[in-house]
């Protein structure tokens, strides 16, 4: 165990919904980084975040966005949703920026 | 641009037998360096990290990783494997310069015959 949270574990949808991935970083981290792995891209990191301040971004589409709230916790929000969306998605924490990433369990999102 | 490349897709070793999963790097900076494994519906458990000085590091369950500046590799093994060490392995590397997000290799999947 991590110490990383995320929820949902699954999430089914439909094309053209939207959804929110919650991530808990580990007790005392500051960094939140989200990262989706698909069976054709692999794993690509999508977008870090800062005791609150987005700090770098990946290879994450204008239809996804994310923030960091005041207690740290995440959200990943992906909205008119494609089916190539369809992948895991985790979240990692470190203490600072320059660290080693601890990662949660994912979300699986299978979007029909 | 950076990129991380393991060249062996899958791996089938015996039981006891030593293993060595290869990695390759090019990075336009100092890199960290780092080695995942992902059991199947898992999430990614980190097995050992370098950032710098000595450059072989120790990390869990038995593994070890070598980094070789010169070849820009950082290989990782183990001397004898086990059963549960069947998985997937993933090398990353990260750098302060580009905001430590990290670019992961497309895995090798270990396999461990009895």
């Known amino acids: 165990d991590s110490g990383v949270t995320q929820t949902p574990k699954h999430l089914i949808t439909a094309t053209g919904q939207r959804v929110t991935l919650r991530c808990s970083p580990r007790s005392g981290d500051l960094s939140v980084y989200w990262y989706q792995q698909s069976l054709d891209q692999g794993l690509q990191f999508l977008i870090q975040y800062y005791n609150g301040e987005e700090r770098a971004k990946g290879n994450i589409l204008e239809r996804f966005s994310a923030q960091q709230f005041p207690d740290l916790h995440s959200e990943l929000n992906l909205s008119s949703l494609e089916l190539g969306d369809s992948a895991l998605y985790f979240c990692a924490s470190s203490e600072g920026q320059a660290n080693e990433q601890f990662f949660g369990p994912g979300t699986r999102l299978t979007v029909l | 641009a950076q990129s991380v490349t393991q060249p062996d897709i899958h791996i089938t070793v015996s039981e006891g037998a030593s293993l060595e999963l290869r990695c390759n790097y090019s990075y336009g900076a100092t890199p960290y360096l780092f080695w995942y494994v992902q059991s199947p519906g898992q999430g990614l458990q980190l097995l050992l990290k370098?950032?710098?000085?000595?450059?072989l590091v120790q990390g869990i369950k038995g593994f070890e990783a070598e980094f070789k500046r010169s070849q820009s590799s950082f290989n990782l093994r183990k001397p004898s494997v086990h059963w549960s060490d069947a998985a997937e392995y993933f090398c990353?590397?990260?750098?302060?310069?580009?905001?430590?997000?990290?670019?992961f290799g497309a895995g090798t999947i270990l396999r461990v015959k009895s």
């Open positions: 990353a590397v990260g750098a302060r310069e580009y905001g430590n997000k990290l670019v």
């Open positions: 370098y950032f710098s000085g000595d450059t």
